[in-house]
């Protein structure tokens, strides 16, 4: 957190921070790990998903928006969402399918 009061988060891919595996299974899944993975950053610095203010994701298959979506937006109370963009890539890191990173403000 800078004095400013804003958190930077890194881009997070689906590690299992239970084994640090990447999770590897469909978007879905891979979009909950990803921002439990966030959530838990998050709740480190005491914020929650409401101190967003936006997020960039990054998808290898751009096909997979709407699942990935549904899954996303189901974090965000109140249907109150940041700003976002969403990008398809050729590749991330360790062969993930999606790799999101957010700004937040206390």
């Not at 299974?25 to 439990?36: A, L, N, S, Y």
């Not at 997020?55 to 549904?70: G, H, K």
């Amino acid at each position: 957190m800078t004095e400013a009061g804003i958190l930077f988060i890194s881009g997070q891919i689906p590690i299992d921070p239970s084994n640090g595996q990447l999770l590897k299974v469909d978007i879905k899944m891979e979009t909950e790990q990803v921002m439990k993975n966030i959530g838990a950053i998050l709740k480190t610095n005491n914020l929650d998903f409401t101190n967003v203010v936006k997020c960039t994701v990054f998808l290898t298959n751009m096909d997979d928006f709407q699942a990935m979506n549904e899954i996303y937006a189901g974090f965000f109370p109140d249907k109150i969402y940041p700003a976002r963009e969403t990008i398809q890539v050729v590749h991330l890191p360790l062969g993930a399918g999606i790799e999101i990173s957010a700004i937040a403000s206390k």
